[in-house]
């Protein structure tokens, strides 16, 4: 091991990160980033990567943006911080939300903003509970989502995480928050099952769920159109199609969670209307700034405003709010950063990319390591297996994920492994046919080595 920079070192006596081994972290010390501009992040030692995960699946523009730089410098100057509390507004807040009402892909009434697609998914969940108690059907409030899922770790959100890592020993999920079947047909798809009637297995699951619990006591269903971190994992096809149907025989609120998916991720504004379904609400976070500075929001249906309006009423106040949501500088970056969406046709350059960007991540199937490459629009997810015909995964203390993002970092590709050992992709939109081309030239280089060491270590299969 190399002896750990003075930078590192300092990182490791004061920072807990999130999502690592606390523990050998100690000896392995972080990778620190010190500047970047347009798909490239550099570290201190100056050598560059392209950022294969847009950040954290958020920085749609790339980097150093000076548009949204100015923006943000605009605002700061001329109102730093206003708050929407107790009825006092601010321009970006009110011209956002108008915005966000004008693009968004379902009829929306209002925009509530939070910070982080955490909280906009714990508002999510209040919204729902705060529904039904003005409709006086006060038991119906259980919240459903899916085995795999990614909401957020926020108590509620995490709740809704279908992921044991963000369960395990922080007692969660909480009473109430329910999981049904996972939409992945390569992992739990039965032998010789099309697309097709898998979704109409996974749909008579959430069914015989509904119906066990009693369709009066389930509030609400919430997923993301791909689903980001649990692996990416692109539904069957007519997979929303039979959900929704399932959803509306139950009276049960449909809540898409476009964290990842909104803004272009998957070629189209928005994920739910690529996978043709519509939701009631919709999370926003990430893109919606291009992660220029942190905003989300949840787009509000006129039924759910009306309840809102009705409770508040009642109660006489509306009892929710971040003292940073609608952030007057993060509200002027969001709405740059959906001008330069516009302007610049980024959904529609993403949706030109996509058969290139597909086409590259189609070919690692052909990988010895990789089981499924899989993806829609500008993401994929490449799951590493021990065994392609069983499709046996690695033991998770292996680490062979990890190490495959290690062998992509050194030849200079920024990717994630997530649960499973699945690297995920998601390049800024703003990349081009060449950089597409050079991030998949690192990424095989990468998994050759991975195989080399796996080979050499001869890493037995679980
Ligand atoms: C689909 C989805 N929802 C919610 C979240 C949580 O967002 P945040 O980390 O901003 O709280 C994420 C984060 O990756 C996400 O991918």
Redesign the pocket.
Known sequence: MSPLSNLAARDIETLVHPYINLASFRDSGPLIIERAQGIYVYDTDGKPYIEGMAG??CTALGYGNAELVDAAAAQMRKLSFAHLFSGRSHDPAIELAEKLKEIAPVPISKVFFC???????DTQVKLVWYLNNALERPGKKKIISRMK??????IA?ASLTGLPGNHRDFDLPLPGFLHTGCPHHYRFAQEGESEEDFAGRLAAELDALIVNEGSDTVAAFIA?PV???GGVIVPPRTYFEKIMAICAKHDVFMIS?????GFGRLGSAFGCEKLGFVPHSI?V??ALSSAYL?I?GVMIPEALYQALLTESEKIGTFGHGFTYGGHPVSAAVALKAIEIYTRERIFDRAAKLAPQFQARLGTLNGHPLVGEARGLGLIGGVELVADKASKRSFLSQQGVGQRAVKFAEAEGLIVRSVIGDVLTLCPPLVISESEIDELFDRLTRALDKALDWVTRERIAPS
């Open positions: 954290l699946w910070n982080s697609g955490s909280e906009a998914n899922a990614y909401h957020g770790v926020t959100a993301e689903m980001g971190a969670d476009e964290v990842i998916c999370s976070a990430k942190p989300a």
